[in-house]
């Protein structure tokens, strides 16, 4: 317990120490920056005085006189916000050595509105809402957009970037109780170029010779090629059916099979169906096939039937 203490004190003692050596420091560069101050170079003495409050925050009368200052240099944005910030600080403080400060800052907050520049963003284009603005370097919040944004006078930049590169900038001058817009074009994020149309193949030409009936008879012959082959399939297929069902129940014909037998036998009777449908459909496209082939033959053509004891054929030329 003791040791708890000691050390609590040792603490204390520790910390007493730094915040007096800070105060000291503070005091030091605060009579530096009164001292340019009173010798009117108030842009040195700001920089005395910046130090000074970060030696010692707690003394708030460098902060006053950097406002001082600053209202002095003409810089009446910067000079209202550290108003503001005074009289923050002094609320929070509570002590009465700053009794009336904050009726002070609220008269200068109040008495430079007028004097202060103001700038606004404008962004516009297609691709205003992904853009990142920036306002002499520092990025904006979206809300921020359109809004007054209190800036000292002078030359004032602002930037559109898409995707960390910028596509639009701006930048213009801005004297004491004016108030002027800078405008961002952003553009749209580039559309893919569409491809060439592929060209349309014209249509193979037709052959001079070539007679609506001869076009009849070719697709006659393709159908009854086609139903020769589909017979051909069916047949297979048919067959295979039978097989399976005979190695299932091979008194099929005569006996009621397993119901295992039933897939079986409808695939074969579907497949029957299909081979006496594709053989007639077969035999007629190769009839009416041959019968246009003949009425499209001209005089000079020859043609004739061929009749032999094992059959007939359709001879001619061409």
């Known amino acids: 317990m003791r040791a708890l203490v000691l050390l609590l004190l040792v603490a204390s003692l520790l910390g007493a120490g730094v915040a007096s050596a800070g105060e000291e420091d503070a005091r030091t560069f605060f009579a530096e920056g009164r ?29 006053r006189n950097i406002a001082e200052c600053q209202e002095e240099l003409g810089a009446f944005a910067s000079a209202r916000r550290n108003w503001w910030e005074l009289r923050r600080e002094v609320l929070a403080s509570g002590e009465a050595r700053y009794d009336g400060w904050v009726e002070d800052a609220e008269a200068a907050h109040q008495r430079l509105a007028d004097k202060v520049a103001k700038v606004a963003i404008q962004v516009v284009g297609e691709g205003a809402a992904g853009a990142t603005i920036r306002v002499d370097g520092e990025v904006i919040e979206p809300s921020l957009r359109g809004v007054d944004l209190e800036r000292d006078p002078g030359i004032h930049e602002a930037s559109a970037e898409v ?20 405008t961002l074009r952003v553009p749209g994020a580039p559309r893919p170029k569409s491809p060439p149309p592929e060209p349309t193949p014209s249509p193979p030409a037709a052959d001079e010779g070539m007679s609506g009936t ?31 069902l005979t190695s299932i129940c091979p008194n099929h014909e ?65």
């Open 254 to 318: 005569t006996i009621a099979c397993a119901p295992a037998a039933d897939e079986v036998a409808s695939r074969g009777h579907r497949a029957a169906i299909a081979v006496n449908a594709l053989a007639p459909l077969a035999a007629v496209g190769a009839a009416v096939g041959i019968a246009l082939l003949v009425l499209d033959l001209s005089d000079d053509d020859r043609v004739g039937l061929q009749l032999s004891p094992t059959g007939a054929a359709l001879t001619g030329r061409f």
């Open 214 to 244: 001869m076009v009849g008879a070719i697709t006659a012959f393709s159908i009854s090629g086609a139903s020769l082959v589909g017979f051909g399939v069916a047949l297979g297929f048919r067959q295979q059916a039978l097989d399976e």
């Open 163 to 182: 995707d960390g590169r910028e596509v639009a900038s701006g930048r213009l001058r801005v004297e004491s109780g004016e108030r002027k817009v800078i």
């Open 35 to 63: 001292r340019l101050r009173l010798a009117g170079e108030c842009r040195s003495a700001i920089v005395a005085f910046e130090r000074a409050r970060a030696a010692y925050p707690e003394g708030l009368g460098s902060r």
